[in-house]
């Protein structure tokens, strides 16, 4: 996929009302501007959106209320997105939006230290048959990922994975089986700033997220641990 591609409607996506839902490519990448737009919710005051890739009127007032706050913590920053009036538009500029929230709007608020891996020949990770891999330090965070996952093997119902660095369809499974868990205890804790991972890519994009999430929230509700 093409980075940073413009999505059309009627191709990679379709409206219906004030909802847009995405096909093929699209799902992820709405899915993924969802949660990326979660880890601004708390700095700039919006609520947070649900991450299932439907784009509704909630994902279009997020990416306009962090604009905003970028354009207010900094002038010189007005421009430097698309500025979306309508669902279509966070749709259309997905991918887009998605660099500008990480590369632009992070250092604007000064959001957190987490970041996202990035796939491909030469960057953080990529995929082989089945499974995914990191590279360098990002191997090593996705051993810690499945060792952080076998704390919770017991008390959620998985097989301990490998802990192996090497992310497959196991590691996506018990990733799921512990957000439900965490969710059945504590239904307030459905938002996340990670898509709910339906595979390898989704926990290797996310690994640092996920990580983070297991210590604060997962061991909070399950294990019965203070937050940090």
């Known amino acids: 996929m093409t980075e940073n591609r413009k999505f059309d ?19 992820a990448v709405f899915r993924g501007i969802q949660a990326d737009l979660n880890f601004f919710a708390e700095k700039v005051g919006f609520e947070a959106v649900k991450v299932d890739g ?23 920053l ?26 632009t709007a992070r250092a604007a608020l000064n959001v957190g230290d987490l970041r996202r891996y990035h796939r491909g020949a030469g960057k953080e990770w990529n995929t082989k048959d089945q499974i ?11 051993v810690k990922l499945q060792v952080a996952l076998n704390r919770f093997a017991e008390p959620v119902g998985f097989a301990k994975l490998e802990a192996d660095g090497f992310l ?6 018990a990733t799921k089986k512990v957000y439900d868990a965490v969710v059945a ?4 804790s459905v938002m996340t700033m990670f898509p709910v991972p339906d595979s390898k890519e989704d926990v290797a994009e996310y690994a640092m997220f996920i990580r983070d999430w297991l210590h604060k929230t997962a061991a909070k509700h399950l294990l019965g641990e203070a937050s940090a």
Request: charged share 25%.
């Open 9 to 27: 409607e009627g191709k990679d996506f379709t409206k219906r009302d004030d909802v847009v839902k995405g096909t093929g490519d699209a799902v």
């Open 185 to 188: 205890k504590h239904p307030m």
């Open 78 to 103: 007005g421009g430097t997105l698309i500025e979306p009036k309508a669902v279509a538009d966070v749709a259309s500029y997905a991918m887009m939006a998605r660099d500008w929230l990480e590369k």
């Open 132 to 142: 995914a891999y990191g590279a360098g330090p990002v191997h090593e965070d996705f």
């Open 168 to 173: 497959g369809a196991k590691t996506a499974t």
């Open 54 to 76: 439907l784009l509704g009127p909630q994902s279009l007032a997020a990416l306009q209320a962090t604009n905003a706050a970028v354009i207010k913590a900094n002038p010189a």
